[in-house]
């Protein structure tokens, strides 16, 4: 079973959004949960630092799951259903979320920050500001835009924004023992996801419509795979099974996204399930 964000991009008016989706791959179906009462009271919040309904990031905890929307996280039942909710203060849109027992960190992606809580310290991490960047220090100029926890490291991806730079994505970690940032390398365009799995990076080059796998500690890759057209598809979530790599892939040409099964073994799509009425995928997690 995987928590999947999802919306239909450029059909939004009068369209209520999906709080969250369920995705069972033993049967291929997808259940979608909405929440209106949720949803209306960010239409009805005028106040300044309110941002509108769009859940994006999440991150699965026991029998919760924690859902960011920009500058709230919501805090859900392994239903879908809504508990309470937490103020991220002058976050935009928010990519990507970490919640464990130990470690809370958070994406805010319209200002290229990190926020991390760990061992009750507070850190922001301007991404803007690593000596490894360059190019520009605007807002969102970096769009650091993916998170995961692995052996006391916090790895992260910066995005670039490559479709207009040209800028290849870049990839980091947080060591969160010596409390030292580490440059990994750079690679692909507009990347998005950068999971782990013992010496090797797994990520989504957005914008070549590639899948790759990277030796983080050699910088060396140890395979790089065309899955779809970039132009058609948008290469977004990415888990790893024993079996398959679990891949989101939104679509521009037709109203339903995918998700694709990619055998570990080939490295081609073994098989692909659709999410019908919603074009677009924004995270997903397996629940453990």
Known sequence: MFAITISQRGVTKNRPWPIIAFFDEKTGETKVI?????????????????????????YLKRDKIFLATHNWLLHLDNQGKFINSEN???????????????????????HDLIKLIYKNKTKIIDCKKLNETYDSNKDDSHHVNSLCLKDNKIFFCLHNNSKNTKKPSQFFYIDLITDNIEYI???????????????????????????ACINW????IKFEVN??????????????????????????????????????????????????????????????
């Open 34 to 58: 909405f929440n209106k009462e949720l949803e209306d009271r960010f239409k009805n919040d005028k106040s300044k630092y309110q941002k509108k309904f769009r859940p994006f990031g999440c």
């Open 88 to 110: 991220l203060r002058y976050f935009d849109n928010t990519h990507q979320i970490i919640e464990t027992d130990k470690v809370r960190c958070y994406t805010n992606t319209g």
């Open 185 to 211: 390398c750079e690679y692909g365009l507009s990347c998005h996801n950068c999971e782990i799995e013992g010496d090797f990076l797994y990520t989504l080059s957005t914008d070549t419509g590639c899948f």
């Open 217 to 220: 500690k050699t910088k060396e």
């Open 227 to 288: 899955l779809v057209k970039w132009k058609h598809y948008f290469l977004r979530g990415l888990q790893l099974t024993d079996k398959n790599f679990i891949i989101g892939a939104s679509s521009s040409v037709t109203p339903r996204a995918e998700i694709l099964f990619v055998d570990r073994d080939t490295r081609k799509i073994d098989k692909k399930y659709y999410i019908d009425n919603f074009n677009t995928i924004l995270d997903i997690k397996k629940f453990v």
